[in-house]
């Protein structure tokens, strides 16, 4: 009884602590909107909320805002399963490791824009061409994390998978992939942040909808109410998938770890 007592002015506290943390944010955008007292340049955060809710009503919002989920969806997805499967494979390998250790530090620190601009010269502005730069500059942040993970797994299990002829499907799935779970998750945390802000410059640069291509649109309008209530509308979203999806794999991912 009294664990319990004790643990939920905790959960009180940290509740407590966000919602004061939100106000005080919104206080201090109110603040400088009223300290500005220019409209046009810093809304007002109800200002924006109208902005906002006007676009939702007109069924704009929530069109473009799933259509950029859906790019970040699928660019989030292939950059996870490439990326892992070549950093468990310069993790596993030191002679892969010091081949293509070149490759990937040319990966990590190729500029996006140039990503987006040659992808869409050399396959047209098209919806592949869009999926395939944010792919692109997802990968090499994916590997390189998963390999300094695969580097730090314990050895010894891997030479008990060989004395007793483990299949190699079974080793990845029992022995790389449980140890590999922090490296994963800090790889998907990074990668999401990562991918939907490249989303929406590709769909600056080239694409006929989704969240990106409305900031272009209200930027030719110097429309800061409609751009600042879309980011707000798309940051909440990724902000519900890590609280609804990441972190709920992420424990149970990290069962085994305190058992």
Known sequence: MNRVAGALPLR????WNRL??????????????LALNDPALLPSPLATF????????RGELLFHVGITLARVAVAFTLA????SAIGIALGRSQTLDQVF??????????????TM???YMWFGLTEVAAILAVTINKVPT???IVREGTKALDRSLFEMTQVYNVKPTRVLTRVILPQLAPSLMAAARAGLALTWKIVLVVELLGRPNGVGFQIRSFFNFFDIASILAYSLAFIAAVIAIETFL???IDRRLGRWRRA
């Open 12 to 15: 009180w506290s940290a509740g």
């Open 20 to 33: 004061l943390s939100a106000i005080a944010l919104l206080a201090l955008w109110q603040g400088a909107a």
């Open 50 to 57: 109208q902005a906002g809710y006007a676009e939702l009503m």
């Open 80 to 83: 996870m399963l490439i990326g």
């Open 101 to 114: 250790n070149g490759w990937l530090v040319i990966g990590l620190n190729l500029p996006a824009l140039v």
């Open 117 to 119: 601009v040659l992808c």
């Open 142 to 144: 994916v590997a390189a």
């Open 246 to 248: 990441l972190q709920p």
